[in-house]
């Protein structure tokens, strides 16, 4: 049995999320550091940053160090006819941070569910993705849209990728005056740039979006997927963290790879996302795949915003001993204050490089304050 008291932050998170996905039947997952640059190249519209490390093998291969799990995944893994395969991974992936705009090595963790991607499979990845936000923190927020109803409504009218895009743009940005604009510049119908203009506002609380999707919910296509919606949203009805679930869509992904559900969760106290997910056919298709996918990423770096320690010094007691201490007894008296909960440095002379909270004396019996 692993002590967790002796965990850092990352690496309890780490603990308690893989016992969480076991426990779900997914499969650990491991990977090299690095893949060849052209998976990344082909895909950069799917990364979170388009900053790749790149380096050239011994072979004159391009190499990069890897900037995302999920691609490395499905090009090394293969499709399992009527089979859903289950994998989970812990994985350093090495991006540019968002705060210091330098290379860093981010710790990542996450799932992924490869194959049937039916009703119950996407159910589970939400709620797994609930847990584990639940998992890191109690004052969490999870918020699901659906692509196909922005692919459905753009549909409508074929304006063109270009348009697609600068639309997306503006729905995730809650952004009605410029997206009004855009469909001005693009000559789209008043009945699309109205039902567009609707859209937007469209976010918050499960029951009340879905009786808003109603009015404009008319065609086959978004008739299907609001009765999704209205599913899952049954479906955490019945769950302890209803309350900790929205919906919300001005959270869209690139088209090119997304489809269906998409998701991401938030940790008071840290001010970006913690996890994103959502539904990748395309991207599979993409990549020559016939299997569907569904999968989250959880960014354990940023839990440094919620375990940054107040204390101003490394350990609690610093304890100094001499030449004719001896070792058993000082180990005992050691031990004893370990075993309370102190951290310990035990030093011949007092330490110029630690900052201690207390400083303390062996006298060869008991340990006593320092004089």
Same mark, same amino acid.
């Given at each position: 049995?692993?002590?967790?008291?002796?965990?850092?932050?990352?690496?309890k998170a780490v603990y308690n999320l893989r016992?969480?996905?076991?426990?779900?039947?997914?499969?650990?997952?491991?990977?090299?550091?690095?893949?060849?640059?052209?998976?990344?190249?082909?895909?950069?519209?799917?990364?979170?940053? @388009?900053? #790749?490390?790149?380096?050239?093998?011994?072979?004159? +291969?391009?190499?990069?160090?890897?900037?995302?799990?999920?691609?490395?995944?499905? +090009?090394?893994?293969?499709?399992?006819?009527?089979?859903? =395969?289950?994998?989970?991974?812990?994985?350093?992936?090495?991006?540019?941070?968002?705060?210091?705009?330098?290379?860093?090595?981010?710790?990542?963790?996450?799932?992924?569910?490869?194959?049937?991607?039916?009703?119950?499979?996407?159910?589970?990845?939400?709620?797994? %993705?609930?847990r584990s936000l639940e998992t890191l923190s109690? *004052?969490?927020?999870?918020?699901?849209?659906?692509?196909?109803?922005?692919?459905?409504?753009?549909?409508?009218?074929? %304006?063109?990728?270009?348009? *697609?895009?600068?639309?997306?743009?503006?729905? /995730?940005?809650?952004?009605?005056?410029?997206?009004? $604009? #855009?469909?001005?510049?693009?000559?789209?119908?008043?009945?699309?740039?109205? +039902?567009?203009?609707?859209?937007?506002?469209?976010?918050?609380?499960?029951? =009340?979006?879905?009786?808003?999707?109603?009015?404009?919910?008319?065609?086959?296509?978004?008739?299907?997927?609001?009765?999704?919606?209205? $599913?899952?949203?049954?479906?955490?009805?019945?769950?302890?963290?209803?309350?900790? &679930?929205?919906?919300?869509?001005?959270?869209? *992904?690139?088209?090119?790879?997304?489809?269906?559900?998409?998701?991401?969760?938030?940790?008071?106290?840290?001010?970006?996302?913690?996890?994103?997910?959502?539904?990748? /056919?395309?991207?599979?298709?993409?990549?020559?795949?016939?299997?569907?996918?569904?999968?989250?990423?959880?960014?354990?770096?940023?839990?440094?915003?919620?375990?940054?320690?107040? $204390?101003?010094?490394?350990?609690?007691?610093?304890?100094?001993?001499?030449? @004719?201490?001896?070792?058993?007894?000082?180990? +005992?008296?050691?031990?004893?204050?370990?075993?309370?909960?102190?951290?310990?440095?035990?030093?011949?002379? #007092?330490?110029?490089?630690?900052?201690? $909270?207390?400083?303390?004396?062996?006298?060869?019996?008991?340990? &006593?304050?320092?004089?």
């Amino acid at each position: 049995m692993i002590d967790e008291s002796i965990l850092k932050a990352e690496e309890k998170a780490v603990y308690n999320l893989r016992s969480l996905y076991a426990r779900y039947g997914y499969q650990p997952y491991k990977m090299s550091k690095f893949e060849e640059y052209d998976l990344y190249a082909r895909n950069k519209d799917f990364l979170v940053s @388009d900053g #790749i490390i790149s380096f050239t093998d011994t072979n004159g +291969k391009l190499m990069a160090l890897k900037p995302d799990v999920t691609l490395s995944i499905l +090009k090394n893994s293969k499709d399992v006819p009527h089979c859903t =395969q289950r994998v989970y991974y812990n994985e350093n992936v090495y991006r540019i941070s968002g705060d210091t705009h330098q290379f860093k090595e981010i710790m990542q963790t996450g799932l992924e569910c490869i194959g049937i991607i039916d009703f119950f499979n996407t159910t589970e990845v939400l709620k797994l %993705a609930a847990r584990s936000l639940e998992t890191l923190s109690p *004052n969490y927020v999870l918020e699901i849209s659906h692509m196909g109803i922005l692919n459905a409504l753009l549909e409508e009218e074929d %304006a063109g990728d270009r348009f *697609n895009e600068e639309i997306t743009s503006c729905l /995730d940005e809650k952004n009605p005056h410029e997206l009004s $604009r #855009i469909c001005r510049k693009y000559q789209v119908s008043d009945t699309l740039r109205e +039902k567009l203009l609707e859209f937007v506002h469209i976010y918050g609380e499960r029951h =009340q979006v879905l009786r808003d999707l109603d009015a404009f919910c008319d065609t086959v296509p978004l008739i299907a997927a609001k009765e999704e919606l209205q $599913r899952i949203s049954d479906v955490f009805d019945e769950t302890p963290y209803s309350d900790k &679930v929205r919906f919300d869509f001005s959270l869209v *992904n690139d088209m090119k790879y997304y489809n269906g559900i998409v998701f991401q969760g938030f940790i008071a106290g840290i001010p970006e996302v913690v996890l994103t997910g959502g539904q990748y /056919d395309r991207l599979l298709s993409r990549m020559g795949r016939k299997s569907s996918g569904l999968g989250f990423a959880i960014y354990l770096d940023l839990l440094d915003y919620l375990h940054q320690d107040p $204390r101003d010094y490394d350990v609690d007691v610093v304890v100094l001993y001499n030449d @004719d201490t001896q070792r058993e007894a000082l180990e +005992k008296a050691v031990e004893g204050l370990r075993s309370e909960g102190e951290t310990v440095s035990v030093q011949r002379e #007092i330490p110029g490089h630690l900052n201690f $909270r207390k400083l303390m004396n062996f006298n060869g019996e008991e340990i &006593v304050p320092y004089e």
